[in-house]
């Protein structure tokens, strides 16, 4: 594989760009989660996903989104401590889980859920919540029963069974991400980053990509990120069911790469 020079790298980006469209790699479309915009460019540019080719290339990250769309780019895979207690699989799923969607169709009738895009200004549906503790230096992800919507019938009836599963206080133990933690484990993955932002279509129903735009974002600032934590720029995910845990991500909304940077510079 070619080595480039970060210069020849972002050159061979924009002649990319100037060809208009191309052919996405995925097969089917998936907004939710499936990293195609920079996908695609990485087989364009001939490299391995991740591996960009360029001197100190663990240092830079390659990410993309399309254009005009509300979907999440997900930073880093990062589950819950303490790890020991095996938090989602053992916690969060069987005590506070719900019937799958697909249960008794594409799973079996037994299949639970444990779906949860949650931010820290607002509680969720079923009262999930993020908390930026700055004295305890954690992201705190707590419930409070009394935060759920019980005008839903679906979420009613949840929250009856999470009573008689394991009772409606506090998750014991509380699951939380250390500051000391985070900044290590994202800053290390995302310190410098490349993001493109691309038009989409789609064309007997396979999808296609116009490359618009592309950011050198350099100087992962952790400050910034628990701001943009504060802000519900960055959400946490959980995607887990019974007979897989697709694990944890933390997600950025589109227009708030910079935020996250002490450099910013639009190449295009």
Request: charged share 25%.
């Given at each position: 594989?070619?080595?480039?020079?970060?210069?020849?790298?972002?050159?061979?980006?924009?002649?990319?760009?100037?060809?208009?469209?191309?052919?996405?790699?995925?097969?089917?479309?998936?907004?939710?989660?499936?990293?195609?915009?920079?996908?695609?460019?990485?087989?364009?540019?001939?490299?391995?996903?991740?591996?960009?080719?360029?001197?100190?290339?663990?240092?830079?990250?390659?990410?993309?989104?399309?254009?005009?769309?509300?979907?999440?780019?997900?930073?880093?895979?990062?589950?819950?401590?303490?790890?020991?207690?095996?938090?989602?699989?053992?916690?969060?799923?069987?005590?506070?889980?719900?019937?799958?969607?697909?249960?008794?169709?594409?799973?079996?009738?037994?299949?639970?859920?444990?779906?949860?895009?949650?931010?820290?200004?607002?509680?969720?549906?079923?009262?999930?919540?993020?908390?930026?503790?700055?004295?305890?230096?954690?992201?705190?992800?707590?419930?409070?029963?009394?935060?759920?919507?019980?005008?839903?019938?679906?979420?009613?009836?949840?929250?009856?069974?999470?009573?008689?599963?394991?009772?409606?206080?506090?998750?014991?133990?509380?699951?939380?991400?250390?500051?000391?933690?985070?900044?290590?484990?994202?800053?290390?993955?995302?310190?410098?980053?490349?993001?493109v932002v691309a038009e989409s279509k789609t064309e007997n129903n396979h999808e296609y990509f116009n490359y618009q735009k592309l950011f050198i974002?350099?100087?992962?600032?952790?400050?910034?990120?628990?701001?943009?934590?504060?802000?519900?720029?960055?959400?946490?995910?959980?995607?887990?069911?019974?007979?897989?845990?697709?694990?944890?991500?933390?997600?950025?909304?589109?227009?708030?790469?910079?935020?996250?940077?002490?450099?910013?510079?639009?190449?295009?």
């Amino acid at each position: 594989m070619k080595l480039y020079t970060k210069e020849q790298l972002i050159a061979a980006i924009k002649d990319i760009f100037n060809q208009g469209w191309h052919k996405s790699v995925k097969k089917t479309k998936n907004t939710r989660n499936d990293g195609a915009v920079g996908n695609t460019l990485e087989v364009l540019l001939g490299i391995n996903e991740n591996n960009l080719p360029i001197p100190n290339a663990q240092e830079w990250e390659l990410k993309g989104q399309r254009l005009h769309t509300s979907s999440l780019v997900t930073l880093k895979h990062i589950e819950p401590s303490p790890t020991a207690a095996k938090i989602v699989s053992s916690i969060l799923l069987p005590l506070y889980g719900w019937k799958h969607k697909q249960a008794g169709k594409k799973y079996p009738k037994t299949e639970m859920s444990f779906r949860s895009t949650t931010g820290s200004k607002n509680f969720t549906s079923r009262g999930f919540r993020i908390i930026v503790d700055r004295k305890l230096e954690k992201l705190r992800f707590v419930f409070d029963a009394a935060k759920a919507d019980t005008s839903n019938p679906e979420i009613s009836n949840w929250l009856q069974s999470v009573d008689n599963r394991i009772g409606l206080g506090p998750i014991t133990p509380e699951p939380y991400w250390g500051f000391e933690d985070l900044r290590y484990a994202i800053g290390s993955k995302i310190m410098n980053c490349f993001y493109v932002v691309a038009e989409s279509k789609t064309e007997n129903n396979h999808e296609y990509f116009n490359y618009q735009k592309l950011f050198i974002l350099a100087g992962f600032s952790f400050d910034k990120f628990l701001n943009c934590m504060e802000n519900d720029a960055i959400l946490v995910d959980f995607d887990a069911r019974t007979g897989h845990n697709h694990g944890t991500k933390f997600r950025i909304r589109q227009g708030y790469w910079a935020d996250l940077y002490t450099s910013v510079k639009k190449e295009i």
